[in-house]
C-alpha cells in the first residue's frame, strides 16, 4: 500500500532536498538511453527500407527470446498498428575503454539497471507518421505482482525476481515493464528495444552535428551543459550534455523530456535527408553504429517495420507526454521510505491514447449500446476519493443490485471525477454501470479488461435504482479531473497535445 502525502508538507520537502542533493551526480547521466533508443528505431525504418547493408545491419542486433508473448485471441485494441516500448538502461559495458569514460563524463561505477528513460514509439498502419509519448521515470504506477512504485523500478524488479542466466533475468525484467506500461496506457507492446549509456554517444558520433536551439544559454556543472542562446551545432560529446541536463531548466525533468524528444525530432529529420540517405558511407556509419547499439525482441522484424513506415517523412514525428495531474509532482510512501514522485492524470490517459491510435468512434458506440441485466455485467471499483470504506461501501450496493463485482481496491492516486472505464465492446455493460452511478463520466479505455468504476473526490456513488439520463445528451467532452461532466457520453479527447519538433523551433 502506498500512502500519498501531500506536496505542501514542509518535512517532506526538506528531506527530499536533502535527497536530491546526495543523488545530483549520478542521477544527470541516467537519461538518454530512450533518446538512443527511439533515434535507433528509426535509423533501423531508413536503414531497412533502402537495403543498405540491410543483413549486416540484422546481424549485428542482439535479439533476445521470451519477452514478447502474446497469445492469440489476445486483445489488440490498435490492430495492425506498431507500439514499440524504447529504453534506456544505466548500465556500462564491460568493454568500455577510459577514453569512453572520459567522453561520456560518467566513471566506471557499474552503472544502474533502473530505466530511467521510457518512450512509447506508437506508428500506425498506414506508416504515415509516428508519436513519441515519454513517461516521466518518477512516474506512480502500479507494477503488477508488486503494488505502487515509481515506473522505473519495473524493470530491476521483475529481472530480480528469477535466477538464470542475464539474458533470461533480462528478459523478465522487460517483460514486467511492458506489462506496467501497457497497464497505464490499455496498448499492446508489440516490440521493444533497450539501450546502454554508451549506445546514444556512438550513434550521435556517427551522425555528426547537429543543429539545435535554445531559449536561453544554459551552464550546468552536472551534465556539463555550456550552450548560448539561439542556433548552434552540437558535437557527439555536447549532445550528450544536450539532452542530459535537468539541473537549471525551469520545469527539471520535464524540460528534460522536452530536449531529448525534440532532440531525437530533428536527428531523424537529418537521417531521413538526402545528405545521409545518398552518402553510402555516412550511412554505413550509421547503420553499423545503430546495430551493435540495440537490444530487440527475437521478434522484430526490421523489414517489415521499414515497409510500414516507408510514407515516414520527418515532419510526421509527433512528441507528447503521458498526461499529468495536478499537482503534478509530491511525494508517496513505496516500501517504508518516503520518495519524490510524479502523479499521472489516469482520467485523462484514455482519452489520450485514444486521440493517438485515431479511436474517435467510441462515443457513438456507447449511445448505441442496450442495457442488459446487471447479473451479467462483471464490475471493480476503486477507491480514488481517499474517504475510507469507500470502494467497498460502493461494491456493497452493486452487489445489492445485482452486479458481479470483485475486491475493494485503492485507485492509483486521488481523482475529482467519480469514472466509470470501459474497453471497447462493453458499452452495454457500461451503459448498465451507469444507470447506477447518475451524472458519473463514462470513458472508454483499454487500460481495463472490464468495467471498472473509479470513484473521485466529488463524491458521487451508487444508488440501488436505475437512472434515466435526459433524453437529450450533449456533444462529447473532454475527459478532465477538474470539472466531472454532466452527460453520460463517453469522451475520446486528449488532455495533452501532441508537439512537431525541428531545428528551426528553440525550447529550454
Not at 507518421?129 to 516521466?136: E, K, V
Not at 547503420?287 to 520527418?314: F, I, P, R, W
Not at 486521488?414 to 444507470?435: D, F, N, R, S
Request: glycine share 8%; net charge neutral; hydrophobic share 35%.
Amino acid at each position: 500500500m502506498v500512502q500519498v502525502v501531500t506536496p505542501e508538507e514542509p518535512t517532506r520537502r526538506a528531506a527530499l532536498a536533502h535527497r536530491r542533493e546526495t543523488r545530483k551526480k549520478t542521477v544527470a547521466r541516467r537519461t538518454i538511453g530512450w533518446t538512443a533508443f527511439g533515434l535507433a528505431a528509426l535509423l533501423v525504418v531508413v536503414a531497412g527500407y533502402v537495403g543498405y547493408n540491410y543483413f549486416n545491419f540484422q546481424n549485428g542486433v542482439t535479439k533476445i527470446s521470451g519477452v514478447i508473448d502474446k497469445a492469440k485471441g489476445d486483445k489488440d485494441v490498435d490492430g495492425k498498428a506498431q507500439n514499440i516500448l524504447l529504453v534506456g538502461v544505466d548500465e556500462r559495458p564491460a568493454n568500455m575503454t577510459a577514453e569512453q569514460y572520459k567522453e561520456l563524463s560518467t566513471t566506471p561505477d557499474g552503472g544502474g539497471l533502473n530505466t530511467d528513460t521510457i518512450i512509447l514509439l506508437h506508428v500506425p498502419a498506414d506508416g504515415s507518421s509516428a508519436t513519441l509519448i515519454s513517461f516521466p521515470r518518477d512516474s506512480l504506477v502500479t507494477i503488477p505482482g508488486f503494488g505502487q512504485n515509481k515506473i522505473n523500478a519495473a524493470y530491476v524488479l521483475g529481472r530480480n525476481s528469477v535466477s538464470g542466466t542475464t539474458q533470461q533475468q533480462d528478459a523478465a525484467g522487460m517483460k514486467l515493464l511492458i506489462k506496467t506500461v501497457e497497464g497505464v496506457t490499455g496498448l499492446s507492446i508489440d516490440h521493444y528495444v533497450k539501450v546502454t549509456l554508451l549506445s546514444f554517444y556512438t550513434i550521435a558520433k556517427a551522425l555528426g552535428p547537429v543543429t539545435v536551439c535554445l531559449n536561453e544559454a544554459v551552464d550546468d556543472p552536472y551534465s556539463g551543459a555550456n550552450f548560448k542562446a539561439g542556433k548552434q551545432q552540437l558535437n557527439a560529446t555536447q549532445a550528450l550534455q544536450f539532452v542530459r541536463q535537468r539541473h537549471g531548466l525551469p520545469n527539471g525533468d520535464f524540460d528534460r523530456a522536452v530536449r531529448q524528444q525534440y532532440f531525437l525530432s530533428v536527428e531523424a529529420q537529418q537521417v531521413l535527408s538526402a545528405g545521409t540517405l545518398l552518402n553510402p558511407v555516412k550511412l554505413n556509419n550509421v547503420v553499423s553504429a545503430v546495430s551493435s547499439a540495440l537490444e530487440t525482441d527475437s521478434g522484430l522484424n526490421l523489414a517489415s517495420l521499414a515497409l510500414q513506415m516507408k510514407g515516414l517523412k520527418g515532419g510526421n514525428i509527433q512528441s507528447a507526454t503521458i498526461p499529468l495531474a495536478t499537482p503534478s509532482t509530491g511525494s508517496a510512501l513505496i516500501d517504508g521510505q518516503e520518495l519524490s514522485v510524479d502523479f499521472l492524470d489516469y482520467a485523462a490517459i484514455p482519452g489520450f491514447i485514444a486521440q493517438v491510435i485515431g479511436d474517435t468512434g467510441a462515443p457513438d458506440a456507447y449511445k448505441k449500446a442496450k442495457t442488459v441485466d446487471p447479473s451479467t455485467v462483471s464490475v471493480d471499483v476503486l477507491n480514488g476519493a481517499g474517504t475510507a470504506n469507500g470502494s467497498s461501501t460502493a461494491l456493497a450496493t452493486l452487489a445489492q443490485v445485482g452486479f458481479q463485482t470483485g475486491t475493494p481496491q485503492d485507485a492509483p492516486q486521488q481523482q475529482q471525477a467519480t469514472t466509470i472505464y470501459y474497453p471497447v465492446g462493453m458499452e452495454a455493460q457500461a451503459k448498465t454501470v451507469a444507470q447506477y452511478f447518475p451524472d458519473a463520466d463514462v470513458s472508454v479505455s483499454p487500460a481495463y479488461q472490464k468495467v471498472t468504476v473509479i470513484l473521485g473526490t466529488d463524491g458521487k456513488m451508487p444508488q440501488t435504482t436505475p437512472y434515466t439520463p435526459p433524453a437529450k445528451t450533449s456533444t462529447p467532452k473532454a475527459s478532465k479531473t477538474s470539472t466531472p461532466s454532466s452527460s453520460s457520453t463517453p469522451s475520446a479527447t486528449a488532455s495533452t497535445p501532441t508537439k512537431n519538433y525541428n531545428a528551426d523551433v528553440c525550447v529550454n
